[in-house]
C-alpha cells in the first residue's frame, strides 16, 4: 500500500494533552470510610418496600373479597336447603294429614253410614226369627232408621249453614237433633235391657229358642261395645283434665 503524501509540513494537527497531577492516589481506608454509619433499608429498598405493601394491600382486599363471597354463597345455599328441608317436611305432614283425615272420613262414613244400614239389614233379615224376643229386631230396625235420620240431617245442616256460624254450630244443636239423640239414648236403654235380661251365657239353648243365637250375639256384643267405647271415652276426658289441671296449668 503506497503511503500518503497528501500531507502538508505546515498543518497544525490537534493534540489530546493529559494532566496528571503530580499527588498520588488515595489509600484504600481513605476511601472507604469504616467508622461512617451505613446506608439505611429505605434509602435502598425504598421503592420495593412501596411496591411489596401496595401487593399486600391487594391481595387482603382480594382475600376479604373471597371470603365475603363464600360467605354469602353459603348463606344462600343454606337458606335454599333450610326452605327446601322445610317444604319437604310440610308436604310429608300435609300428606300425612290428608291420609290420616281420609282414613278418618272413611272410618266415621262407616260408623255412620254403613253401621246402620248392616243394622237395618239384620233386623229385617231375621224379624221373625226370634219367637219369645219378636222386639229384638224391630230394636235393631229403630235403631238403624233414628241413627241414618240423624246422621242425614247433620251432614244437610253443615253443608246448608255459612262458615260464620260453623263456631255457633258447635255449641249448639237443632231442636230436631236434640230431640232424636234424646230417642237414640232411651230406646238404647231400653234395648239394653231387653238384651241383658235375656243374656244367658251358662244356657245357649235358651237364647236359641227365645231369638236365632246369631243376632242375639251380634246385638249383645254391638251394645256391649258402645258400653266400652263410652267407658274409654269418659276415662280419657278425666285422665286429660287430670293431667292438664296437675301439669299443664301450672307451667
Request: include cysteine.
Amino acid at each position: 500500500m503506497p503511503a500518503r503524501t497528501d500531507y502538508s509540513s505546515n498543518s497544525n494537527r490537534e493534540e489530546t494533552v493529559f494532566n496528571v497531577p503530580d499527588t498520588p492516589p488515595p489509600s484504600y481506608d481513605e476511601a472507604i470510610n469504616l467508622n461512617g454509619t451505613p446506608p439505611t433499608y429505605d434509602s435502598l429498598f425504598g421503592s420495593e418496600s412501596q411496591t411489596l405493601h401496595f401487593f399486600y394491600d391487594i391481595f387482603i382486599s382480594l382475600t376479604r373479597s373471597v371470603y365475603t363471597i363464600l360467605i354469602s354463597i353459603t348463606k344462600g345455599v343454606y337458606d335454599i336447603l333450610n326452605l327446601l328441608v322445610k317444604g319437604i317436611i310440610k308436604l310429608l305432614k300435609n300428606i300425612v294429614i290428608l291420609i290420616l283425615e281420609t282414613l278418618g272420613c272413611m272410618i266415621v262414613v262407616f260408623i255412620v253410614i254403613v253401621i246402620p244400614i248392616c243394622i237395618i239389614a239384620i233386623g229385617v233379615a231375621f224379624i221373625y226369627h226370634c219367637p219369645q224376643g219378636e222386639y229384638i229386631p224391630v230394636f235393631l230396625l229403630a235403631g238403624g232408621l233414628i241413627g241414618i235420620l240423624k246422621q242425614l240431617l247433620y251432614l244437610l245442616a253443615r253443608i246448608l249453614q255459612r262458615e260464620d256460624e260453623q263456631g255457633e254450630e258447635n255449641m249448639r244443636q237443632s231442636p230436631i237433633q236434640i230431640l232424636l239423640n234424646c230417642c237414640m239414648l232411651g230406646w238404647f236403654i231400653i234395648g239394653s235391657a231387653w238384651v241383658y235380661r235375656g243374656y244367658n251365657p251358662n244356657d245357649y239353648k235358651y237364647i236359641g229358642y227365645s231369638c236365632n243365637q246369631k243376632i242375639f250375639l251380634f246385638i249383645f256384643w254391638l251394645i256391649t261395645s258402645a258400653y266400652v267405647l263410652l267407658g274409654l271415652q269418659i276415662a280419657v276426658k278425666v285422665f286429660f283434665r287430670i293431667f292438664y289441671e296437675t301439669f299443664l296449668s301450672k307451667v
